[in-house]
């Protein structure tokens, strides 16, 4: 973040001055209790989070929009609708802003950002208010907080979107619907299920549109939780195919080629133990504990997903065999590793599993 946008970053590192000189903002900057976080520690995440959030928002949509199909759908869209679930201070938010800066041009956007904190929520619109007034941003961005604790069975968040988007702005549906590192917070993680996620997520985005799920994940991690993420998202995806066919309109375009074996059946086949489910994102920013910036590598599982048509003309492109998807890059002694969907099929060509086709 800090070389995709140094204002902002520079606004955040101003209030992240104003915490007490013995506060621990590593500690508390890192909490996977983010419902619950106080004041202080909200400006902590700012320093912590934030900039990490943008990042990967940013990396996300870059790759999407980089896409002929799905880019020719939203440059053909004059107004944007997008959903975006349990933002906290919102970098996923500003991250993905900033994507549609690089890429859309003369849109008016709507994003109504879900969150239950409500000193969250006000940071976050603080900030927003910083990129009009330092005019980061030239479409017509128009950010619609709704304070609101997303419970499992979604009564309450479906409630409050009728009230909001369905009564005030007469809109049913959504052209973008995004979930950041929420499945894994505290507050919901054992309570929701990623099935409950993608059936509800299926009813509100509409025909031809692209969904994004990122979770903080590592095949490394101390966290039980943050090592079965992918397995938990990919097995409850594949069942939500098999009881949903009739009306599923969500098509998984990545992590390949893991969710391509999920749903071919393909249980037989030995996996190779790379880290094909997990990307890997690097970001510019100078934490608590450090004297100058400095990358930060960090590890997330991210589910890119597409309805109708386009998420079927787009899966096409990554149902060859013959493929060897990227799944590990070259770092020191150890060799760049690719993973063909049938693992015993050795490789003809090469992809990157993080980038789609972009013929």
């Known amino acids: ?12 590192y101003e209030w992240f001055h104003q915490l007490p000189k013995d506060y621990d903002a590593k500690k508390n900057g890192n909490s996977s209790d983010n419902l619950k976080n106080s004041q202080e520690a ?4 700012l320093i912590e989070q934030f900039p990490k959030s943008y990042r990967e928002a940013y990396e996300v949509y870059e790759d999407l929009f980089s896409q002929r199909d799905i880019f020719s759908v939203y440059h053909h869209l004059e107004e944007i609708n997008v959903l975006a679930l349990a933002t906290g201070s919102g970098g996923d938010v500003f991250g993905f802003i900033h994507a549609c800066e ?5 849109k008016k956007i709507n994003i109504f950002t879900v969150e239950g904190n409500k000193d969250a929520l006000r940071s976050q ?16 961005i128009n950010l619609i907080p709704i304070e609101t604790v997303i419970e499992p069975g979604f009564m309450k ?6 009230e909001v988007c369905l009564k005030k702005y007469g809109i049913k549906k959504f052209d973008v619907i995004q979930s950041f590192k929420w499945m894994n917070e505290q507050s919901v993680r054992g309570k929701l299920s990623f099935y409950e996620l993608y059936h509800w997520m299926n009813h509100w985005l509409l025909t031809d549109r692209i969904a994004v799920i990122l979770e903080y994940a590592s095949p490394v991690s101390k966290e039980k939780y943050e090592r079965e ?21 969500l098509v998984a375009l990545t992590p390949t080629p893991c969710i391509a074996r999920k749903l071919n059946g393909n249980k037989g086949i030995p996996c190779r133990g790379c880290t094909g489910c997990y990307s890997e994102i690097e970001c510019y920013v100078k934490l608590s504990n450090q004297k100058k910036y400095a990358w930060q590598s960090h590890c997330v599982f991210v589910m890119k997903l597409a309805t109708g048509e386009l998420g079927q003309v787009i899966a096409r492109h990554l149902q060859d065999e013959r493929v ?4 590990a890059t070259h770092r020191g002694d150890h060799p760049t590793r690719f993973c063909t969907l049938d693992a015993n099929v050795l ?7 993080f980038l789609l086709n972009q013929k």
Request: net charge positive; charged share 20%; aromatic share 10%.
């Open 102 to 106: 690089s890429y859309l041009r003369g």
């Open 42 to 45: 909200i400006i902590a995440s």
């Open 229 to 249: 993420v992918s397995m938990r998202a990919l097995n409850d995806f594949a069942l939500f195919c098999k009881h949903q066919w009739r009306n599923n309109k």
């Open 125 to 140: 619109m603080n900030l927003f208010r910083q990129c009009i007034e330092f005019n980061l941003v030239e479409n017509e």
């Open 324 to 327: 060897g998807y990227q799944t």
């Open 157 to 162: 968040l479906t409630a409050e979107l009728k």
């Open 1 to 12: 973040m800090r070389q995709l946008n140094p204002t902002l970053y520079g606004v955040i």
């Open 347 to 353: 490789a003809n060509e090469q992809a990157d599993a």
